[in-house]
């Protein structure tokens, strides 16, 4: 009730039974209740009005305005019944701390200021809302057992607190994301701070961009208006996983196969596992031929085989626990990153082989056939051609080998080392798979059969001497020793041997022509091969002589030990091998002789004979050269006195010692012998004989 309302009812009940003085005090109260203090001005709670506190102190904050002398106030419950009684603050105030009682609520509180005569004016309120209850618990909905590349972002739900929410609702939750197990989102036990709180406005959805392979663990409490949080934290575990599981193939031949191909795909995984379990993505092995529908199977295992002929693209694939999928699709969350890939080629028909209708006639021994194969093509590695008598049954002998263009057979007959006679022929062709074709057939349908000899016959003579072998005949009739020269033109009618002396070159011809002996024209090489005697000598020498365009050649043989010689024509693609008839040279060794004196004195100094082996270098044989001395008087025969050896440079060195007084006044021939010898690679010879007197 105003001041001038309670003076209207005052005076309107007591003014009859009241005197003069009664009204004026009456007009006095009136006039002071007219000028009591406005309400304070600006009343605030410190911290905001609208915000729930979990704490039950309040600090109320105004502005005065001039002549007030104390201020009062006191706080009502929702209710509107006095929570905190009236509170006068005996000067002029400006804030107080007020406590709420215990019980959450919205309390009011009023502030109202008064003057110094005592006046009280009207109030101002202000809400204080106390709420210090904790709401109930949340914990993270259980995610997938495992999360895998593509499940990024990743979203955790909470779940909604249980019981009865607190006055001041629910705020929002205090999340917490990482290794430690035991972590606590908030720092205070009981209460969260507003940076705290993740989640506001009833979201409660956590959107989690990334995580770490591995373990990670989620925690959350809720948390009221007032700040206060859950009692207990809730907690779940985030199993990552982003690695493909390892794929691996078995079965897949490395090139082409003639059979069919059962292959085998296997997968492990060491985040989330190749185990199927009821949770999470359901693990799978895949198979996928030539971008077909994939075979699958769950788990770490697929099979399947393959039968049809052509070149196969194989992938294969897995999916693990987590999801990580490696097929090449958009859905891996990699589309760069494609499925591991093998090839599968397979063949099982086989190639057509067959023999060239004609033979080259430039070169008639080159065998070839063709191999033919569509799908994976011949195999230049294997293959071969053989021959056999015709009618004969026998198996069919391997020819030698040639290098051929892809997708033929080559090999060369030596016709030259088979007697005359038909002859067939077998070609035996692969393909690149294995896949094998035996034929006797030409390309036109013919058995393959050729007729020996299949090149022109050569002959080829040889003998010693140029165009002519000049020789001394000689022969001893009547003590008498004649000799006549003689001039052998006709090479089959030249000695196979001649003996030559030590040191001495030799001339040898021949002759090149057809089977009828006519010549075969054009320049031609011969090879001579010279095979000398004794394991010391130089062993087989071939040197090369060139025929003219009749078929002649003329070359010298250089000085050497004993031999034997050969002329051979290693034929050519169109005329056959000959070799001439084995000569032999023999070379008679060289010795010499000299006496150190021409007079032995009978009884006196020894007569010294002296002298030399000639040799090429080495050919003297480490225990040296057995060398005889011999002796005769004139008309005699020769006979041996001595056998020495020589050095290792052919010398020797003898002394004799004349004794016999029947030698006196007698003329001595003496010369060296060189006897044959198993490493001795000369004939024998002697010495110029040395003659001596006895004296």
Not at 117 to 141: C, E, M, N
Not at 149 to 158: E, H, S
Not at 228 to 256: N, Q
Not at 463 to 481: I, K, T, Y
Request: net charge positive; hydrophobic share 40%.
């Amino acid at each position: 009730m105003t001041a001038r309302g309670a003076l209207f009812r005052l005076f309107r009940n007591k003014a009859p039974r009241a005197g003069v003085a009664s009204i004026a005090a009456l007009l006095v109260f009136a006039a002071a209740a007219s000028a009591a203090p406005p309400p304070p001005a600006n009343l605030e709670v410190q911290g905001g009005e609208d915000g729930w506190r979990p704490d039950r102190a309040f600090r109320l904050r105004w502005r005065n305005p001039a002549g007030v002398a104390a201020v009062r106030y006191r706080v009502r419950d929702p209710l509107g019944a006095v929570a905190v009684a009236t509170h006068r603050l005996g000067w002029a105030a400006t804030e107080a701390a007020v406590e709420v009682p215990a019980l959450p609520g919205a309390y009011t509180a009023a502030v109202w200021l008064e003057d110094a005569s005592g006046a009280q004016g009207s109030g101002a309120t202000a809400k204080l809302r106390f709420d210090d209850a904790r709401p109930g618990a949340t914990a993270p909905i259980p995610a997938a057992a495992w999360i895998g590349r593509t499940a990024f972002p990743f979203t955790v739900r909470l779940e909604r607190p249980g019981g009865q929410p607190p006055l001041s609702g629910i705020r929002g939750y205090a999340v917490s994301l990482g290794a430690a197990p035991g972590a606590d989102p908030c720092a205070a036990p009981d209460r969260c701070t507003e940076a705290e709180t993740d989640l506001h406005g009833g979201n409660d959805s956590l959107s989690i961009a990334e995580l770490p392979e591995g373990t990670s663990y989620v925690h959350a409490v809720a948390v009221s208006g007032a700040g206060m949080r859950s009692a207990g934290i809730g907690r779940a575990v985030l199993r990552v996983d982003k690695t493909d599981p390892v794929t691996r193939l078995a079965g897949a031949p490395p090139g082409w196969t003639n059979r069919a191909v059962a292959l085998a795909a296997s997968a492990t995984d060491a985040g989330s596992g190749m185990e199927p379990e009821a949770d999470g993505a359901t693990p799978f092995t895949a198979i996928r031929v030539d971008g077909g529908t994939p075979v699958v199977a769950t788990g770490e295992l697929v099979a399947t085989a393959l039968i049809a002929e052509g070149d196969h693209a194989v992938a294969y694939y897995a999916r693990d626990r987590a999801g990580n999928l490696d097929d090449g699709g958009s859905s891996n969350g990699m589309p760069n990153r494609r499925p591991r890939t093998a090839r599968v080629r397979i063949d099982r028909t086989s190639p057509s082989v067959s023999f060239a209708n004609a033979q080259d006639p430039l070169d008639p021994e080159l065998i070839h056939a063709r191999v033919a194969d569509g799908l994976s093509g011949p195999d230049p590695q294997r293959g071969w051609i053989g021959l056999r008598r015709a009618g004969s049954g026998d198996p069919f002998a391997p020819l030698p080998e040639l290098p051929a263009p892809a997708g033929e057979l080559r090999a060369r007959w030596d016709s030259d080392a088979h007697p005359s006679g038909d002859y067939e022929f077998q070609a035996t062709g692969y393909d690149l798979a294995g896949n094998a074709t035996v034929t006797t057939r030409k390309a036109n349908g013919m058995t393959m059969t050729l007729s020996n000899p299949l090149k022109t016959r050569t002959t080829l003579r040889a003998a010693f001497g140029g165009r002519a072998l000049h020789r001394w005949r000689c022969s001893r009739r009547r003590g008498r020793r004649r000799c006549r020269r003689q001039v052998i033109r006709r090479l089959s009618l030249r000695p196979a041997k001649r003996t030559v002396p030590y040191g001495r070159g030799v001339l040898l011809s021949g002759r090149l022509g057809n089977g009828a002996g006519s010549p075969l024209g054009g320049r031609r090489p011969v090879r001579v091969v010279e095979t000398f005697a004794g394991d010391r000598g130089p062993g087989v020498r071939q040197s090369t002589a060139w025929t003219d365009p009749g078929g002649a050649f003329v070359v010298r043989l250089p000085p050497g030990p004993s031999r034997e010689v050969t002329v051979a024509f290693d034929g050519s693609p169109t005329l056959s091998r000959s070799a001439s008839r084995r000569l032999s040279l023999e070379v008679r060794s060289a010795v010499r002789l000299h006496a150190s004196s021409p007079v032995a004195r009978i009884g006196g100094a020894p007569l010294v004979f002296r002298g030399r082996v000639a040799a090429a270098p080495g050919m003297i044989p480490p225990g040296g050269k057995s060398v005889q001395l011999q002796f005769r008087l004139p008309g005699l025969a020769w006979s041996e006195f001595r056998t020495i050896k020589t050095d290792r440079r052919g010398r020797f060195r003898y002394a004799y010692r004349f004794s016999d007084d029947d030698s006196r006044g007698t003329r001595f021939q003496f010369r060296a012998w060189v006897p044959a010898q198993d490493d001795w690679p000369y004939e024998p010879a002697s010495s110029t004989p040395v003659l001596v007197r006895g004296a």
